[in-house]
């Protein structure tokens, strides 16, 4: 393919006859389709990458080469791509969790050669069903592989993930006369030189990165309710609309509630969020992407799950509650704003929670060696085991079963492999890369402390990012809080503002959401269904705080752990939150879980807040068995055969609904198991209440 | 993992299939066809990474053959996702792949099937017992106790004697016997090397080094009787002595009389008091009777464990 005929194409692509180039896009499309080579093409985000891949598409499709195949993680904003691509006469398709009824169609139609490109998302690789009826039967006629977001391919990198080392490996077998394309927005030199190292043979070309319209400004405030305070009366000052960053999902669906309360239409978005008008978590996530793509809403409260290639040119600001765990990363979420406007404020808020949140997450990114070895064990001594089937071998939860595996899933050699549904042990020595490891959890510390640096910076903020990533032609970016302070949004908030967050944060209680499904086997006493019917499942519940949150959870972990007593500010807060609740059908009396350890701790509380609201209380339940603490229980099959038979219901009881309180909630099954057994004693409605949970999330 | 040379890319992408089933669109060139191409290259100084330059068409201007047309070979050379799709998946749960360059390749199979033997063997555990002196073993799945017994007291002398057990993986007693007194095995399998080498059956010995799966079918290949046949084989062509347990299984007689063909070759039969004309039929082909008592009868007590254990592999 010549220049001009490419040139024809993307002026065709992007619907504008006089378009030209950017800097290395036809070196890029001449590399791929001319010489079949392997490039690395780090340019920052609207420089056209997809122009480079589709153009290339449609040279290799001419010459009769097979489908391109598209990784990327970000299926839903690449709709805006489908139709470019079909100026092309490309005809690109995508098969994700929502249309498995199509697959088989798809795959016909990719077989009958109809398709020229095939937009997967990484974990797709890892989905044996998609493997086998979609990828593998046309891997034959492969023309040209694409894999978006490359920095995520190395794990030295601000976003290593884990279904990328499926791909390097991949691109490692690929032979040289095999096209492939890696692109990314964001990589500094360490993470180019490792990707260049991992997949070997690529070439890179490497744009700069500079984005003029940011204003950037950080900004202190130790405790959240001055953040909560700051956000809400600064917000409408800023023009348009834009995302706010939080670290954990709790503080996305806390601060969402908070703006709303405040009359700004904001929603929260992190990964396996759900919605009752929604199929799945996919498809409310695309809703909620879209909302804010719509300028629907002012605000977007996000994790990092709101990910990269999220790109909405007119996005007015992002704003940080918490800090980042990296420049790099701070740099690719601030990116999102301003791409398409002249004016749009990066904004870096603080407080004291950021190191411990860091910490935790730093923390436990591996599992730990023990973990790992109880795993391998097991499945060393059977010929493949499901996850249920290792949950009831060893007491590890099934969050941290996952954990152990999905990480050996990705080492190459791996000692293990599934097929099927079953994990099975592979012929591999394995020992854990502990040096490895450790490097790595120091890079993190190190990686953070530079957003510390970055925090207290008094030189111009955007050099200093750009000196993080190995930009080049840096200078002053002459708007930041530190190059023209007259730029800078005011940090004082009104005492209203404050008093009015502080209340906030001491009434913001959470739902519970009850099991619906036991596991097999492990209740011979109670003998519940797998499924239990309708009329014993409990209704969803609320917990007042979380375990040392900055609203009640400190108080409620003072008064368990040192004082053996809830206090009546926690009566009152619980009372309150039940009126504000006001459940229906609205309980008419209420009880308790015992405990055979702390025999008073939890009546004597119930029996108080029976009085506020009052209602009758009963003491329906009774322990007849000492179990041991369901905090020991990792996984959900121990938690429920550690609770089979140890509880009993009183006989005379009232047929009416009923609130349930104890003071901790964690895996839920304590509530689940007594719901169940309550009802099948003829109680109404069952409303589990908690003071604190300590589950993670 | 490192990934493999650029010669044995080409290789594979000429002549094996990457999935469990048949190469619909084009099929990939078989021994015969691939000794062939491979003779023709190597007179025209090629070798068949050259294949992979983006002028490769040029370089086999002068090329010409019905069956083993240039837009086969485009179209084999094309299949560069499918390879490294397959080689990720096998390479991640150790499956190596060597050629027949490679200085762990089979001698003796290169030495006796010169441009049939395979082009290239998928195996899984230690490679270097591929050139160990061995002693080859064959049997059929079907085995009376008798010499389910005879199987395993084979595979201890064997070991006892200082030979790697040769096999093609039916026999699973045998290799019992032998890993059981600290020695050695090569078991050549005709399909299914991924699911054997996830055996929990093999998984210590593969572990420890005295073990090696071997098989010229892709990994995930199923049964087929051509490629027992050709398993049966590379059995008899690595170990040049081979002793046959059971006879009633076609493919045993169908690949013995090939192999015969070969003077270097010998085998011998031990005869089951239960089957009789079969093992006549071998001994008419050329096969020697193997002498009375050439392993001692194993005590009854032990029986019964090797016949348990059996039970359970099976499951």
Redesign the interface.
Same mark, same amino acid.
Do not use: C
């Given at each position: 393919m010549t220049k001009d005929e490419a040139l024809q194409l993307l002026r065709t692509s992007i619907n504008n006859p006089t378009a030209t180039f950017h800097e290395d896009q036809w070196e890029a499309i001449d590399a791929l389709v001319n010489?079949?080579k392997k490039m690395l093409v780090v340019e920052r985000t609207g420089w056209g990458k997809s122009s480079v891949y589709f153009i290339a598409t449609r040279a290799l499709r001419d010459a009769g080469?097979?489908v391109t195949?598209i990784i990327s993680p970000l299926l839903a904003l690449m709709r805006n791509q489908i139709v470019s691509a079909e100026r092309l006469g490309i005809n690109a398709v995508t098969v994700n969790s929502t249309n498995i009824k199509d697959w088989q169609l798809i795959s016909q139609q990719l077989?009958n050669n109809q398709v020229d490109a095939l937009l997967i998302s990484p974990e797709k690789l890892a989905n044996e069903k998609f493997?086998e009826t979609v990828?593998?039967?046309l #891997? =034959?006629?492969?023309g040209l592989?694409v894999v978006d977001e490359a920095h995520c391919i190395s794990d030295w990198g601000h976003d290593f993930r884990p279904d990328y080392q499926?791909i390097t490996?991949?691109?490692?077998?690929?032979? #040289? =006369?095999?096209p492939v394309l890696a692109t990314t927005a964001t990589a500094n030199d360490r993470v180019v030189e490792d990707i260049e190292n991992q997949i070997?043979g690529i070439e890179t070309i490497r744009g700069t990165l500079v984005r003029d319209s940011l204003i950037l400004q950080n900004i202190k405030l130790p405790d959240q309710a001055s953040r909560l305070a700051w956000i809400v009366e600064h917000i409408n000052s800023i023009n348009g609309t834009g995302i706010i960053y939080t670290s954990t999902k709790r503080d996305a669906y806390m601060l969402s509630t908070w703006l709303n309360q405040n009359n700004i239409k904001a929603l929260a978005y992190y990964s396996g969020i759900i919605h009752d008008k929604f199929e799945d978590t996919h498809l409310y996530r695309q809703y909620l992407e879209d909302v804010l793509m719509n300028n629907q809403i002012k605000v977007l409260v996000a994790t990092t799950a709101l990910g990269m290639g999220y790109d909405k040119p007119d996005l007015g600001f992002v704003i940080h509650y918490q800090l980042p765990a990296s420049i790099v990363a701070y740099y690719q979420q601030i990116g999102r704003a301003g791409r398409g406007i002249s004016y749009a404020r990066g904004i870096l808020l603080s407080g004291y929670e950021d190191a411990d949140i860091q910490a935790f997450f730093i923390n436990s990114a591996f599992p730990s060696e023990e973990h790992v070895n109880l795993v391998l064990d097991i499945l060393?001594?059977?010929?493949?085991l499901s996850i249920p089937n290792i949950q009831k071998h060893i007491n590890l939860g099934k969050g941290q079963i996952e954990k152990v595996l999905k990480y050996l899933d990705i080492q190459?050699?791996?000692p293990i492999?599934k097929?099927s549904s079953k994990w099975?042990?592979?012929?591999?020595?394995y020992q854990m890369d502990k040096e490895k490891i450790d490097s790595l959890t120091q890079l993190r510390y190190k990686e953070f402390a530079q957003v510390e640096e970055y925090l207290n910076s008094r030189e111009c903020l955007m050099k200093f990012l750009r000196t993080e990533l190995n930009d080049k032609d840096i200078t002053d970016c002459g708007k930041c809080m530190n190059c023209n302070p007259s730029n800078a949004l005011n940090t004082s908030f009104t005492h209203d503002n404050g008093v009015s967050a502080s209340n906030f944060l001491k009434h913001n209680s959470m739902p519970i959401e009850v099991r619906k499904q036991f596991p097999t086997g492990a209740f011979p006493i109670y003998d519940f269904k797998y499924r239990p019917p309708e009329n014993e499942l409990a209704e969803e519940g609320r917990v007042l705080s979380k375990w040392q949150d900055a609203g009640w959870g400190k108080i409620v972990a003072k008064n368990k752990q040192k004082d053996n007593y809830f206090n009546d500010e926690l009566v009152n807060a619980m009372r309150d939150m039940i009126l504000h609740w006001n459940p229906i059908p609205k309980p008419t009396w209420i009880t308790c879980i015992p405990s055979l350890n702390h025999k008073e701790l939890v009546p004597n509380f119930t029996e108080r807040l029976a009085k506020e609201l009052g209602i009758p209380y009963i003491e329906a339940i009774i322990k007849v068995k000492q179990n041991q603490a369901q905090k020991m229980m990792a996984n959900g099959f121990y938690q429920c055969s550690n609770l089979d038979g140890a509880f009993e219901i009183k006989e005379i009881i009232p047929n009416e609904p009923v609130f349930l309180i104890d003071d901790i909630v964690d895996s839920r099954w304590t509530f689940t198991v007594l719901s169940a057994l309550l009802r099948r004693s003829g109680t109404g409605e069952v409303f589990p209440v908690a003071l604190t949970s300590t589950a993670n999330g | 993992?490192?990934?493999?040379s650029?010669m044995t890319?080409?290789i594979l992408?000429l002549t094996s299939n990457?999935?469990k089933?048949k190469?619909?669109?084009?099929t990939p060139l078989n021994p015969s066809e691939w000794g062939y191409f491979a003779f023709w290259l190597h007179k025209n100084n090629l070798t068949p990474d050259d294949l992979?330059?983006?002028n490769?068409k040029e370089i086999l201007q002068d090329w010409n053959d019905e069956k083993i047309t240039i837009q086969r070979i485009e179209?084999l050379?094309?299949?560069?996702?499918?390879?490294?799709?397959a080689?990720?998946k096998w390479?991640?749960?150790?499956i190596w792949v060597i050629n027949r360059s490679d200085s762990n390749y089979p001698k003796q199979l290169k030495k006796k099937l010169k441009t049939l033997s395979p082009p290239i063997l998928y195996g899984?555990?230690n490679q270097k017992l591929l050139n160990k002196e061995s002693m080859g073993v064959i049997g059929s799945k079907k085995i009376s106790k008798e010499n389910l017994i005879y199987a395993f007291n084979l595979g201890e002398k064997i070991a006892n004697d200082g030979y790697t057990l040769l096999s093609n993986g039916l026999l699973e007693s045998a290799v019992e016997g032998t890993l059981n007194v600290g020695g050695s095995a090569t078991i050549f399998l005709s399909n299914s090397l991924l699911k054997s080498?996830?055996?929990?059956f093999?998984?210590n010995a593969?572990?420890d080094g005295s073990l090696v799966l071997v098989s010229s079918s892709s990994p995930e290949s199923l049964y087929d009787s051509n490629s027992s046949i050709e398993n049966n084989q590379y059995v008899y062509m690595q170990s040049s002595t081979t002793i046959i347990i059971e006879t009633k299984d076609k493919d045993i007689i169908l690949s013995a009389k090939e192999a015969l063909k070969n003077k270097s070759i010998s085998l011998w039969v031990k005869e089951d008091s239960n089957l009789k004309s079969n093992g006549q039929e071998l001994i008419q082909i050329g096969v020697k009777k193997l002498p009375n008592g050439f392993t001692e009868p194993i005590e009854v007590d032990n029986y019964d464990s090797i016949a348990s254990k059996e039970e359970i592999h099976k499951r």
């Open positions: 010489h079949r080469y097979g195949i077989l493997m990828l593998i039967p #891997s =034959n006629k492969i592989f499926r490996r991949i691109l490692q077998q690929m032979p #040289s =006369n095999m070997g060393n001594k059977y010929d493949g190459s050699p791996s492999t097929n099975y042990r592979t012929p591999i020595h | 993992m490192s990934s493999i650029q890319q080409a992408l990457f999935s089933n190469e619909v669109d084009v992979l330059k983006t490769f179209k050379l094309h299949r560069g996702g499918a390879l490294a799709l080689m990720e390479q991640r749960i150790g899984v555990g080498s996830l055996s929990s093999y998984r593969l572990m």
